[in-house]
């Protein structure tokens, strides 16, 4: 059922939305999610004038365990969280997508008909061209709509903001043209698909599966056109520590080359052993091959390979760890994982500037806070280079551990609580 941008306040106060905000923002956020919602409509409504629309959320994702091994058809711990896209949207017979994305000026316009792409053409369109060709390539249907969008995920984070769009945007084409029969998988292939055609970025499926699934999952990419999805329902702040995500400040420039350096690296040791990727090999044959694989792929090549090869074992760790709800041991294994990006893995910083280390700075700045408190972990957190990192810290030392962030770093940094939706039509939600 779609809402009158004019009955914006006397929707969103209604009692099932009140329960459905606090379901996804927690109670302490619920005033100001309220307020976010109702501005939302207000701003459609100057923007497009009064119209019936629909209320979507997209995810950003948290990434726990995993990192770098989805792109190798290795496994991953992830979860979408609360910080999300949301858009106010309404379907038009015009075969036109125009939107306004909070904090841009003017409006981002799409022609239906026209989805070929340009040199220099506007990023954010690109990704919605992309994300409109990968419906008519899989045989969905496509229209015109208008929507208002705003984000309170962190840009070039490693909490993909980027996968949030897409699967924003995926998930209001789902729901007002295929009467939402596209699933997380679906619409993570096409928001893959606009990452790799329109962006020409090496991206897998991990931060679309994360933004898309909802909840904390166990994604295993042994076949990344039908990876498997376990959940695995588990709540930190419940038993006792919050999830931070900490900017590092770091420089945040183009950094495709850095991040297809890692599955390029991996595939190389692969395929000296006779393999496409990391998945197919084992510790043992690089062990057994070692001095032809340092010569011919190199050193960094091997490390990122027996990376790859034990983070992808610590996935099952993690899981099993929770599954016995064994924090203390999930915590170890979340430092190990961390170790091993910082060690063998290496992209705490890029080869090409060895100045701007902020990553790193982070991680030593909270691990000597962790050590003194003799308690929580720490790991990089997404594609690594720059970004932010990931601490789980005991709840009553969170505010302690955000001071000691502000005093440093003076960078932001976010608790974080995974939320069971990922991308999805708010109307649809309720109705249900």
Known sequence: MSILTSKAADYVQQQPVQHLLVKLYGEEELSEQTKRYEQLLEQFGQHFGEQQVQLFSASGRVEIGGNHTDHNHGKVLAGSIHLDTIAAAASTE????????????????????????TENENATILLVKGIVDGFVQQGYKVGGFRAYITTNVLSASGLSSSASF???IGAILNTLYNDGKLDAVALSKIGRYAENRYWNKPSGLLDQMSCAYGGLVAIDF????????EAVPYDFYEKGYSLLIVSTGGNHADLTEDYASVPNEMFAVAKQLGAEVCRDITLEQVYANLPALREQAGDRAVLRAMHFLEENGRVDQQVEALRRDDVAGFLKLLTSSGN????????????SDHHDQSVAVALAITEVFLQRIGDGACRLHGGGFAGVILAAVPNEHAAAYEQTIKDTLGTSIFRVRVRDHGAFCLNDLLEG
């Open 94 to 117: 015009q075969q036109e997508i125009v939107f306004v994305s909070e904090g841009y000026e003017g409006e981002f316009r799409v022609n239906l008909n026209d989805l070929s792409s």
């Open 340 to 351: 091993s990006s910082w060690k063998w893995l290496q992209n705490c910083y890029r080869d």
């Open 222 to 229: 042994a076949d990344p056109q039908q990876p498997l999805i």
């Open 166 to 168: 897409e699967m924003l």
